[in-house]
């Protein structure tokens, strides 16, 4: 598969603040996906990008598909300890015959 | 919540055992897909169908097969389980190829002892 490089690879912090994930890969996608998994569950869809420089907000989240369609960041304002999960960037382009390309996660934990 | 059920969720089994894991959906999508999830490498797509009887293989397919006889019902088998095959496997679904919107499973553990 097409590697995503995902970052940071975990992150602590308290609640209330402010939280700001990334996504690169070496290869240009058509469709940029954030996704979040809690302990013992599937992972759940937050916000999907279909288009370069497209920014979309889900409540408090907030994410980019990067110009160069090589990229995408996630944001999370005013984190709350429901928060908690590890978070998923997933790319997806025809050369892959449409499978989703999954970075390898950012673990999020949020102290009340 | 879409309706995806797995089982079994959990099983441990012995090295050259047969396993099948079950994926049921109450959706209607016509795509099913497999993942299996393990520490330091995300999720990795084993495979794939877009239709009854059809198909195809993912990234990480070498030891596993599937099979699709109904819309509702995606079959995973290992025919003789290893222990690199001790992993968290995810069903998912959607009813587009080309948006990336999938509905997963709760997942089902594998241990191969």
């Known amino acids: 598969g097409q590697q995503l490089n995902q970052s940071p690879q975990s992150m602590f912090i308290q609640e209330g603040e402010d939280v700001s994930m990334n996504c690169t890969s070496s290869?240009?996608?058509?469709?940029w996906l954030w996704y979040k998994q809690e302990p013992g569950e599937g992972p759940v869809l937050l916000i999907a990008l279909y288009k370069a420089g497209e920014l979309t907000s889900n409540g408090r989240l907030t994410a980019q598909f990067g110009i160069t369609r090589k990229d995408s960041f996630l944001n999370i304002s005013a984190s709350i300890p429901s928060d908690v999960g590890i978070y998923f960037c997933a790319g997806q382009n025809s050369n892959s015959g449409y499978a989703l390309n999954f970075g390898k996660g950012t673990s999020l934990l949020v102290t009340p | 919540d879409a309706g995806i059920t797995q089982s079994p969720r959990h099983k441990v089994t012995e090295t050259g055992t047969p396993v099948t894991l079950r994926c049921h959906q109450t959706?209607?999508?016509?795509?099913m897909y497999w993942y299996r999830q393990d520490p330091g490498h995300g999720l990795r797509l084993i495979h794939y169908?877009?239709?009854?009887?059809?198909?195809d293989k993912g990234e990480v397919s070498d030891g596993y097969s599937v099979s699709r006889s109904k819309t509702e019902d995606f079959l995973l088998t290992l025919e003789s389980a290893t222990s690199s095959q001790t992993s968290v496997y995810f069903c998912?679904?959607?009813?587009?190829?080309?948006?990336?919107?999938?509905?997963f499973g709760e997942g089902s553990r594998l241990t191969v002892l």
């Open positions: 290869s240009i996608f058509n469709t």
């Open positions: 959706e209607n999508h016509r795509y």
């Open positions: 169908s877009y239709g009854v009887k059809d198909t």
């Open positions: 998912a679904i959607s009813d587009s190829l080309n948006t990336g919107e999938l509905f």
